[in-house]
């Protein structure tokens, strides 16, 4: 199994970029499907990005062209790159790991929007 820690959140303007990372301690990183979720006040947790073992990518409609999940697998770690950043990007942010139906999920980074 392994163990997700998000980092990389904080305070920015809208147009701004942020990077999160998600870094995932124990073995076997490189076989799990990583997916970022977030959550804003009062609303549930919703699908933003995906990077696939094979390293396949999709993204939810209201984040594609703006942001871009990769991997490092040597680092065990996944990223999320966000640029043009929007008032209703604002949430705390999730990171999935996926395998055989058994997810981790990590504690969350809020990143929030100021407009």
Known sequence: QVHPVESGGGLV?????LRL????????????NMRWYRQAP??????????TSGGITNYAE????????S??????TVYL????LKPEDTGVY?????????????QGTQV???S
């Open 13 to 17: 303007q809208s147009g701004g970029s």
């Open 81 to 84: 790159q966000m640029n043009m």
């Open 112 to 114: 929030t929007v100021s």
């Open 42 to 51: 009062g609303n549930q947790r919703e699908f933003v990005a995906i990077i």
């Open 71 to 76: 991997r490092d697998n040597a680092k065990n």
């Open 21 to 32: 990372s998600c870094a995932a301690s124990g073995s076997g990183f490189s076989i799990y």
């Open 94 to 106: 999730y990171c999935q790991a996926n395998r055989a139906g058994t997810n981790f999920w990590g």
């Open 62 to 69: 209201s984040v594609k062209g703006r942001f871009t999940i």
